[in-house]
């Protein structure tokens, strides 16, 4: 059981990213795909999530309209579209999993983080 984000880097204020997190395919399907972050000296928050099928996503106010979270299953594979990033959304950007059955907000499963900076 593995995820695996990437695509972390520095970009300058306005610009934008995408991540992606490659999970084993014994855990993508049928699961809830979240992304969240931590800031330092902060705790972990939530950033989005997108149901198993896609069909559904939700985000945190602080990134809505900014962020947009899809899935490829074929791929097994999520993505976190970030624009017109912030200062503020410097952070460790980790995905996760959670199985059905899991109450939310908990997750079963952890990818490593990947570092994002905004910085001119």
């Known amino acids: 059981v593995q995820l695996q984000a990437s695509g972390g880097g520095l970009v300058q204020p306005g610009g934008s990213l995408t991540l992606s997190c490659a999970a084993s395919?014994?855990?993508?399907?049928?699961?809830?795909m979240g992304w969240l972050r931590q800031a330092p000296e902060k705790e972990r928050e939530f950033v989005g999530h997108?149901?198993?099928?896609?069909?559904?996503?939700d985000y945190a106010d602080s990134v809505k309209g900014r962020f947009t979270i899809s899935r490829d299953n074929a791929k097994n594979t999520v993505y976190l579209q970030m624009n017109n990033l912030g200062p503020e959304d410097t952070a460790v950007y980790y995905c996760a999993a959670r199985k059905f059955g899991t109450q939310a907000p908990a997750y079963d499963y952890w990818g490593q983080g990947t570092q994002v900076t905004v910085s001119s």
């Open positions: 395919a014994s855990i993508f399907n049928f699961y809830t």
């Open positions: 997108t149901s198993w099928r896609g069909t559904y996503t």
